[in-house]
């Protein structure tokens, strides 16, 4: 859930984003951003991401994953509903 003050969003990404460090670079920009969420593999090689926070914190990470890390190419986001719950970090699934 979302906390007061907070946004939720979540993506399916794809594209090529499965071996190229996807989920250590959203993990890593979630974090640098201050959001909380989840990022994991999926088995039929999308990536998907959770995440919460302020509202432009949120438009930007959603803005990065446009792009994602340099050796990824997302072809598109696939917007998801937002989850019933979230880490209180940024966590790395498996």
């Keep these: 859930m979302c906390a007061d003050q907070e946004i939720c969003k979540a993506f399916k990404v794809h594209g090529m984003v499965q071996g190229v460090g996807f989920?250590?670079?959203?993990?890593?920009?979630?974090?640098?951003?201050?959001l909380r969420g989840l990022v994991?593999?999926?088995?039929?090689?999308?990536?998907?991401?959770?995440?919460?926070?302020?509202?432009?914190?949120?438009?930007?990470?959603?803005?990065?994953?446009?792009?994602?890390?340099?050796?990824a190419h997302v072809v598109r986001l696939e917007e998801l509903p937002a989850p019933d719950q979230l880490p209180a970090d940024f966590q790395i699934g498996f």
Excluded at 41 to 55: H, K, L, Q, S
């Design 40 to 71: 994991r593999n999926c088995y039929d090689g999308t990536v998907e991401i959770a995440f919460a926070g302020p509202f432009d914190d949120v438009q930007a990470m959603s803005e990065r994953l446009k792009s994602g890390p340099p050796a």
């Design 23 to 34: 989920r250590f670079w959203a993990h890593r920009e979630g974090r640098r951003l201050g």
